[in-house]
């Protein structure tokens, strides 16, 4: 397992490593000396304060998985805040195998089936997305203007993507359903011990479904997440914020150059909309360290003739700084507190990861 794992994980440090130097050279010239420029002029205060919001989430996210666990058990913020801090920083060391941490930790402590967490962390992340979802549209719809114009283009071919699938998927889960009920038929004619074990999974995976009580706390979930994610944006608008307006030259078609001032404090809530979703959707690829295809498709969507020209006029050298930046705060920042509560907790990182995935690894029969 250890061995296919790492076999992955050079293949996509390869395919990344040939990506960036495809990015690199396609700008031809990079100023490393007007990167260190623009990094080194950054306002702490500003970094001080995303970090802050950052943290915030994660206490935003105990309170909600918390609420989560009502029907099922009562339990407190208390409890719930070590596994955030500690699953995040897992995510941040180990990439996506740490994705499992979370849900594993909770499990562990309040003595329930691992299959009922990682049920909740599916009804977690669809709160998630619904709310990044109901924050893009809600700036559409209020403020208008060209960045909410590419935000509503981009959002309605993913939309008209998604219609075009959802019949296929729900003819897969229609299938995937049949398969699990004939596999429970042929497991109880062949063996009665391995078929309740393979019912008990079944039921525990749908017990963790049941993770709203009722309409006061699906309100409740609904506002916590709103306010989770518009503090995630505050949080990308403070690590923008902190750079100053900085002058650099700028390269026309003809090949002669002009001073131009970039100016990423004057960004507002619905640019950075654009940017958090850029940046979900290249976190599908993800490294250890939390490096992968976020920060590249951050850095991309930055340098892009969206922000590359008035009133921003974002150069690659800036793109490549905030782009790293914000990596730093919003997947890095997490580690020392996640130390910390895995100090407090006597919990081990790696071992905790490695006992998650084969968790997760054993409820897909692999």
Not at 164 to 183: D, E, F, N, S
């Amino acid at each position: 397992m250890k061995r296919k794992h790492a076999v992955t994980t050079a293949v996509i440090v390869v395919i990344l490593a040939a990506l960036v130097y495809l990015q690199f050279r396609s700008w031809q010239r990079f100023d490393w000396a007007e990167f260190w420029r623009q990094t080194r002029g950054v306002s702490l205060w500003h970094i001080a304060a995303a970090v802050a919001l950052i943290y915030l989430s994660y206490f935003l996210r105990a309170v909600r998985w918390a609420i989560f666990l009502q029907p099922t058990k009562s339990t407190s913020v208390a409890r719930m805040l070590p596994a955030q801090f500690v699953g995040f920083a897992s995510l941040g060391l180990f990439g996506r195998a740490g994705e499992f941490v979370r849900p594993y930790l909770i499990a562990r402590k309040e003595e329930l089936p691992v299959e009922s967490q990682l049920a909740v962390w599916t009804v977690e992340r669809a709160f998630d997305i619904c709310s990044v979802l109901v924050l893009m549209f809600g700036f559409i719809f209020l403020t208008g203007g060209r960045v909410s114009c590419i935000l509503f283009q981009a959002m309605r071919q993913g939309l008209l993507s998604l219609a075009g699938k959802a019949q296929h998927h729900a003819g897969r889960a229609a299938l995937a359903a049949c398969v699990l009920v004939l596999v429970f038929i042929l497991l109880r004619r062949s063996s009665s011990t391995l078929a309740l074990a393979f019912k008990h999974r079944l039921d525990a995976f749908k017990r963790g479904f049941n993770t709203i009580k009722d309409v006061r706390a699906f309100l409740l979930l609904a506002l916590i997440s709103l306010v989770m994610w518009f503090g995630i944006a505050s949080a990308y608008i403070e690590v923008l914020h902190s750079y100053p307006p900085t002058q650099h030259s700028f390269t026309l078609p003809d090949g002669s150059t002009e001073l131009r001032t970039a100016r990423p404090e004057q960004m507002k809530l619905e640019d950075i909309l654009l940017l958090m979703g850029g940046s979900m959707l290249g976190s599908v690829v993800q490294l250890p360290g939390g490096v992968g295809g976020s920060q590249l498709a951050v850095i991309g969507v930055l340098s892009s003739s969206v922000f590359s020209v008035e009133p921003y006029n974002v150069s690659r050298e800036l793109a490549v700084s905030c782009g790293m930046m914000l990596w730093l705060v919003c997947f890095m920042a997490v580690i020392p507190a996640g130390l910390i509560a895995a100090r407090w907790e006597r919990i081990s990182l790696r071992a905790v990861e490695a006992e998650a995935e084969l968790a997760e690894s054993a409820k897909h029969g692999g």
